[in-house]
């Protein structure tokens, strides 16, 4: 069983993963976060899945830049 400190509110969530509120929201309705629903709360965020983000872009590569005046960009597409 999961203890009730295993889950957070969406506005610490957000401070933890440097976002906002409303992306952590979407996080949650895309499962990518996953949350307990209260039907007359806020739903509240599971620790350990904000924790599963933080590891996964702990590991993500870095990537330096060339030079100062050098912008690099990084289009990601998740449809198939």
Same mark, same amino acid.
């Given at each position: 069983?999961?203890?009730?400190?295993?889950?957070?509110?969406?506005?610490?969530?957000?401070?933890?993963?440097?976002?906002?509120?409303?992306?952590?929201?979407?996080?949650?309705?895309?499962?990518v976060?996953?949350? =307990?629903?209260? /039907?007359?709360?806020? !739903?509240?965020?599971?620790?350990?899945?904000?924790?599963? *983000?933080? $590891?996964?872009? =702990?590991?993500? /590569?870095?990537?330096? !830049?060339?030079?100062?005046?050098?912008?690099?960009?990084a *289009?990601v $597409?998740?449809?198939?």
């Amino acid at each position: 069983m999961v203890s009730q400190s295993s889950y957070i509110s969406i506005k610490d969530a957000a401070k933890q993963l440097h976002l906002a509120s409303a992306t952590v929201k979407q996080w949650i309705a895309a499962q990518v976060l996953l949350a =307990r629903h209260n /039907p007359t709360e806020e !739903p509240e965020v599971f620790v350990g899945s904000i924790s599963t *983000i933080l $590891e996964e872009k =702990r590991v993500l /590569p870095i990537i330096d !830049p060339v030079a100062t005046d050098v912008l690099k960009i990084a *289009i990601v $597409e998740d449809d198939l």
